[in-house]
T-cell receptor
Framework: GEDVEQSLFLSVREGDSSVINCTYT??????LYWYKQEPGAGLQLLTYIFSNMDMKQDQRLTVLLNKKDKHLSLRIADTQTGDSAIYFCAETFTGGGNKLTFGTGTQLKVEL | DAGITQSPRHKVTETGTPVTLRCHQTENHRYMYWYRQDPGHGLRLIHYSYGVKDTDKGEVSDGYSVSRSKTEDFLLTLESATSSQTSVYFC??????????????FGSGTRLTVV
């Protein structure tokens, strides 16, 4: 089966960069995603990367993919208090019918 | 989220009673999914649908059944609720299958407590 692992907590100061890491085991992943969940809400798609890419940048967000090590990271530049949330990585794979396998989530806390 | 609604938002039920959760979409997306979210487990897939009357099991399907009689509605039923089914349930929709890249659109969730 597929396993997607994340560290549970990350605390940063406002204005610093945050880096949230994710490791996965399924080498046939096609797309990898980052979702954000604010308290009491559903998940919101932040960004995604196709498996043949190494990096994708979208405003304050930078996604890095190391396919050899099966490692995905999300960097948030100039982290703000509004970025405090749970962040999930997720993967889908060929023949999977777009079923997403989610990581356990990383709780990001931004302190003043 | 716009285009997908879940009902009810909160429910408390007793052990052994049947419970049905509803997901309704206005996006005409083909794919619909039910996940449960539990601390330390992230989101785990219960069942999904790839069209009207076409459904399949996910990784945690025991104790759950689903039905999709029309494109816009996907129902999740707990035939006889147990305390282990206390969780937050999320419905999601997707416009494509293996093409990927579109991710999901999630509903706001249903918090179910089985006492």
């Amino acid at each position: 089966g597929e396993d997607v692992e994340q560290s549970l907590f990350l605390s940063v100061r406002e204005g610093d960069s945050s880096v949230i890491n994710c490791t996965y085991t399924d080498s046939s992943s096609t797309y990898l995603y980052w979702y954000k969940q604010e308290p009491g809400a559903g998940l919101q798609l932040l960004t995604y990367i196709f498996s043949n890419m190494d990096m994708k940048q979208d405003q304050r967000l930078t996604v890095l993919l190391n396919k050899k090590d099966k490692h995905l990271s999300l960097r948030i530049a100039d982290t703000q208090t509004g970025d405090s949330a749970i962040y999930f990585c997720a993967e889908t794979f060929t023949g999977g019918g777009n079923k997403l396998t989610f990581g356990t989530g990383t709780q990001l806390k931004v302190e003043l | 989220d716009a285009g997908i609604t879940q009902s009810p938002r909160h429910k408390v039920t007793e052990t052994g009673t049947p419970v049905t959760l509803r997901c309704h979409q206005t996006e005409n997306h083909r794919y619909m999914y039910w996940y449960r979210q539990d601390p330390g487990h992230g989101l785990r897939l219960i069942h999904y649908s790839y069209g009207v009357k076409d459904t399949d099991k996910g990784e945690v399907s025991d104790g759950y059944s689903v039905s999709r009689s029309k494109t816009e509605d996907f129902l999740l039923t707990l035939e006889s609720a147990t305390s282990s089914q206390t969780s937050v349930y999320f419905c999601a929709i997707s416009e494509s299958g293996d093409k990927g890249g579109h991710g999901y659109t999630f509903g706001s969730g249903t918090r179910l407590t089985v006492v």
